[in-house]
Nanobody
Framework: QVQLVESGGGLVQPGGSLRLSCAAS????????MAWYRQAPGKQRELVAG???????NYADPVKGRFTISRDNAKKTVYLQMNSLKVEDTAVYYC?????????????????WGQGTQVTVSA
C-alpha cells in the first residue's frame, strides 16, 4: 500500500516560517509530479505549488516569492518551505503525488493524497 505522510504543520505568528514535509512509502515504482494543496475553512481546495520529477516548479500567485517547493527523489519526499507567512495562509495543507505501482502485473499511475497537516498563522 502506498502512503503519503505529512509533517511540519503548526501555529506560527505572521511573518514567521514553517517547513512542511511529505514522505511517500510503499511499493513504489516511480513518482511523477508532486504538489501541495491547501483548503481553508469554507473554501475549496486549491493548488499551492507543484514540482515535476525533473524539478520544474509552479506556484499559485498568492505564494510566489514566499513559498518554495522542492523534492528529494531518493527519499521520495517533497517539501514546502513557507516564509513570510500571512494570516490568510491558514489552512489544512495536503500533499499530492502521481505514483506508479505494479498491481496484478500491470503498471498503474494513480493520484495519492496525504492526510493533511494544519497550518495556523495567528498573532
Amino acid at each position: 500500500q502506498v502512503q503519503l505522510v505529512e509533517s511540519g504543520g503548526g501555529l506560527v505568528q505572521p511573518g514567521g516560517s514553517l517547513r512542511l514535509s511529505c514522505a511517500a512509502s510503499g511499493s513504489i515504482v516511480s513518482i511523477n509530479d508532486m504538489a501541495w494543496y491547501r483548503q481553508a475553512p469554507g473554501k475549496q481546495r486549491e493548488l499551492v505549488a507543484g514540482i515535476t520529477s525533473g524539478g520544474g516548479t509552479n506556484y499559485a500567485d498568492p505564494v510566489k516569492g514566499r513559498f518554495t517547493i522542492s523534492r528529494d527523489n531518493a527519499k521520495k519526499t517533497v517539501y514546502l518551505q513557507m516564509n513570510s507567512l500571512k494570516v490568510e495562509d491558514t489552512a489544512v495543507y495536503y500533499c499530492n503525488a502521481q505514483i506508479r505501482t505494479i498491481k496484478g502485473f500491470q503498471l498503474r499511475l494513480d493520484d495519492y493524497w496525504g492526510q493533511g497537516t494544519q497550518v495556523t498563522v495567528s498573532a
